[in-house]
């Protein structure tokens, strides 16, 4: 049974950068062909996907995000990472991590609360 949670501060400042990490058991992020995807909900709105890394290590972003986020992963670890640049009021949400895609998530963490706020 593959498990992923969320790890990162609750709290982070305007114009920082936010850093969240997965951490993923039973199952390995290098396996083919899965892809490893951040998702975010903003309160009183619907899922949001940012990025994904395949198992490759290749990435790929929402273009609505893509200037702000990068997305790295530690295999030895297995672990992949978020980093979502310059935030504002409007990036608090409740962050997941999942595997696979929009409408085909397999597994999805149970998500850490975000707050922009100074």
């Known amino acids: 049974q593959v498990q992923l949670w969320e790890s990162g501060p609750g709290l982070v400042k305007p114009s920082q950068t936010l850093a969240l990490t997965c951490t993923v058991s039973?199952?390995?992020?290098?396996?083919?062909?899965?892809?490893w995807s951040w998702i975010r909900q903003p309160p009183g709105k619907g899922l949001e996907w940012m990025g994904a890394i395949r198992y490759d290590g290749i990435t790929y972003y929402s273009p609505s995000l893509e200037s702000r986020t990068s997305i790295s992963r530690d295999t030895s670890s297995n672990q992949f990472t978020l980093q979502l640049n310059s935030v504002t009021p409007e990036d608090t949400a409740v962050y997941y991590c999942?595997?696979?895609?929009?409408?085909?998530?397999?597994?999805r963490g149970q998500g850490t609360q975000v707050t922009v706020s100074s």
């Open positions: 999942a595997r696979g895609l929009p409408d085909e998530y397999a597994y």
């Open positions: 039973g199952g390995s992020i290098t396996t083919a062909y899965h892809d």
